[in-house]
């Protein structure tokens, strides 16, 4: 009957697409192929009364294989994207916008902007109003080659500038670039959303040319915009602008405290710390320890000598000064149970010391102030210093066991 034989064509379908899934999982590319050609014939065949438009399965899959099939060529990987583009109205531009990514994968600049720029002259009726969004990406993504082509003249003239290099049509060239590219860049970013790499080449392009208000008004829109998604490069873009041009540490900080609080294991938190224990506000040197502590709870910072160094610094100026104990104490509490074993094990001591005698000196610093002269980290790499002679081991050890009344009131 039609019903069953619809049903047992449905089954055979499934099926078909779990091979296929199977197949590009373990990377055996022409099985998937194999499998996919006859996944589409079988829907000719079935189908051939009936209009339908290949899936967007059949797109995706079919990319996937071409990509890294041993015998695929850029022909042939054209020759499929263009067959997907006349008959998927629908997704057309979306095909056009991987077409292009692929084409500048393979270096093929120049006809991915081609590309583009045929995909953005494409009109079908109300589908142009529909994919509006998809046709504001074309527009960048040219935009973006744009820049691209303004940077390399740019980069002629610069070179060529101490020489007496003069060409017109080098720097008209370079105008004109400055001119398409800023356009769609400009047009791209008013959208909320995570634009990057637009961003910066749009805040290059005004730099470049002095405009550096906007490049302000930008990066500030960028990072404060309520409408955007959080984002830490907004803030990181802000804050590399802001420095460049010499501006306030009080701008800079605020920059880098909003950072702190979306990424506090950012690379960043290390100029954080330094800024603010240069403050001569309490308040700003307090944040300054919980920055640093906070940035060592993460893995990645277990071995940055920078980061034990600045904690190692800030807690001996405490100690010394036997003011604001209660600050060391605080972030403490936190972090007792679990950092003894994560940073201060006989384990980590031995490796540091074998590895990096710098480390293993800040970070005994810490875990004698911690956790007291009895403390297996900071025993092991006092004793391997002093045995191996080194002065400021002695002096580390020396210091430890002098002010250990600080470990008990840190402790509680």
Partial sequence: SSHKHKLNFKRSKEACLSYIQDAMLQKQWKRAAEFLTFYTESLEKDYSREHISPSEMIWRIGTEILCHHSHSSMKEFNSFIEQMKTLGVKRYLKVCLEH???????????????????????????????????????QAYRGLLDYYSWSKQKNILLEHGQDGFEDLSVEQEMHSCFRKAAVNLKEIIKIPGVWDLFVKCYVDLLEFYGDHNEARQVLNEYAYNSKFPANPNAHVYLYQFLKRHGESKKSLISALKILHDIVPSHELMIDFNTMLQKSKKRKKRRLGLEVIFAALDYAGWKENVKAWSCLARQMKQIVISEKHLDWIKHEWNSRKDWWPAFHFSRYLAKKNWQENESLSYEKALVAGILLGKDCKYFKYVSHQGCKARVKRFRILKKFVNKHNPVYLRISG
């Fill in 100 to 138: 292009a990514f692929h084409l500048l994968c393979n270096g093929l600049i120049d006809e991915a902007y081609q590309n583009l720029s045929l995909a953005e002259s494409w009109r079908f009726g109300e589908q142009t109003v529909i994919q509006d969004k998809e046709m504001k990406l074309i």
